[in-house]
């Protein structure tokens, strides 16, 4: 009987083929979870960390310009919406297969919370971003206010369908980790289970496990993905960016972030993560009224960053406008509340051509990109009031009673 709780019979040496037998479990496991073929993939060490070839992988903060960019916004776990946010860009065809050629994608964050296919997204958005590379073109998905809550453990916001998908996940990682021990050329996997409490509901800790700073999701996928990303002028970013951070350095706060997810500091991440003034809960610029959007501050910001014009934000849902931008096109809101968790809304993309040109595009065609002066008329006509301030509140702390996860 092996510890994880699997009989696969006697122990088998394979120490010959023990990477062959690891990456043929692992990509049984990932068809099963996520439905998709991924490949190779970097292996947690014992203390939880990601290595490939022994050194951890730094994340990306600049990449030069690409003829056509798309943003993509809050995905929520609503994999239909995703994938119909791809075909609206035309970087998927119906078969889930790269289409975009040297098209970069970017998703600005938040695929967790809210619905029940987080993973599938996961995987679906790493299985394009493979098929991307190899025709020059890429797919990066960002790190959200969402994602930094599950890595910390918060899950107010987990949908119970979220909460079953990571149980099944862990039955799978569990079965595959089991057959690993049978092979006695194999390193033997880390429990990330061990230490959290077994009185807790299976899909509870299911998901703690996957998500935890170390743990096999968030180091296999969040742990890549950067907080800041500059596609040659744009700055995306999820919630917003203020001067303060860029002192602290772009890189330096990926580099941060990345280590923190990779389970090499606190439970608990930097402290620019969390709070009002947070780079991924920051809403300055993301009113629906460009009265109340700090322009001044925004100009300050992208001044200090190298060559930058203009940044692409998600987090604060525009019901009114869709996809816009304010500012003298300065900053571009791009989450549209696509997920059913989030309204339910129509999914938009924005395009972004030769580093300067912006398009909505949807469900019936592209759309030219409104100035300042018509997005004032149709707030006028929606007789949007002054904002109260509820945009702004961030819970800083919550009584965790946790209902029926299983």
């Known amino acids: 009987m092996t510890t994880s709780g699997e009989d696969f019979g006697p122990e088998v040496d394979c ?12 990509t049984f496991v990932d068809f099963v979870v996520g439905g998709q073929v991924l490949g190779s993939q970097q292996s947690p060490t014992s203390s939880g960390a990601l290595k490939e070839n022994g050194v951890t992988s730094p994340v990306v903060t600049r990449v030069p310009a690409a003829e056509r960019v798309i943003a993509v916004g809050d995905l929520h776990g609503d994999l239909e919406k995703a994938k119909e946010a791809m075909m609206i860009a035309e970087v998927m065809d119906a078969n889930e297969k790269w289409m975009g050629g040297k098209t970069v994608v970017v998703q600005v964050g938040d695929v967790l919370d809210r619905g029940g296919e987080e993973l599938k997204i996961l995987y679906l958005l790493e299985k394009l971003k493979g098929e991307a590379m190899k025709q020059g073109g890429d797919v990066h998905i960002m790190n959200g206010n969402h994602e930094i809550m599950n890595i910390e453990g918060d899950f107010r916001y987990v949908d119970p369908k979220g909460f079953a998908e990571f149980g099944e996940w862990a039955k799978w990682y569990r079965i595959g980790n089991a057959l690993k021990e049978q092979c006695k050329g194999l390193e033997k996997p880390p429990d990330f289970f061990k230490d959290i409490p077994t009185n807790l509901p299976e899909n509870l800790r299911a998901r703690l496990a996957a998500l935890r700073p170390g743990g096999p999701i968030s180091s296999r996928f969040l742990a890549a993905h950067p907080t800041v990303l500059i596609v040659g002028q744009t700055v995306f970013v999820h919630g917003g960016l203020l ?9 330096k706060i990926n580099d941060e972030v990345r280590r923190w997810i990779l389970g090499e500091k606190n439970w608990l991440g930097p402290s620019y993560l969390h709070g009002r003034q947070a780079l991924v809960w920051l809403r300055e610029y993301s009113k629906e009224q460009e009265s109340v959007c700090d322009c001044g501050l925004l100009e300050e910001t992208l001044k200090s960053i190298t060559g930058a014009q203009r940044m692409v934000v998600g987090h604060t849902i525009q019901e009114k406008l869709g996809i816009n931008a304010v500012c003298n096109n300065k900053v571009v809101r791009v989450d549209v509340g696509m997920s059913k968790g989030c309204g339910n809304f129509a999914p938009e993309v924005l395009e972004l051509r030769d580093d300067k040109e912006l398009t909505v595009l949807t469900r019936s065609g592209a759309l030219r990109m409104m100035n300042d002066e018509e997005i004032a008329a149709l707030l006028r006509k929606y007789k949007v009031i002054k904002d109260a301030g509820t945009a702004n509140f961030v819970t800083s702390s919550v009584e965790r009673n946790y209902p029926n996860f299983d």
């Open 15 to 26: 120490s010959s083929v023990p990477s062959v037998f690891s990456s043929f479990v692992d």
């Open 243 to 251: 001067p303060k951070h860029i002192d602290r350095g772009l890189e």
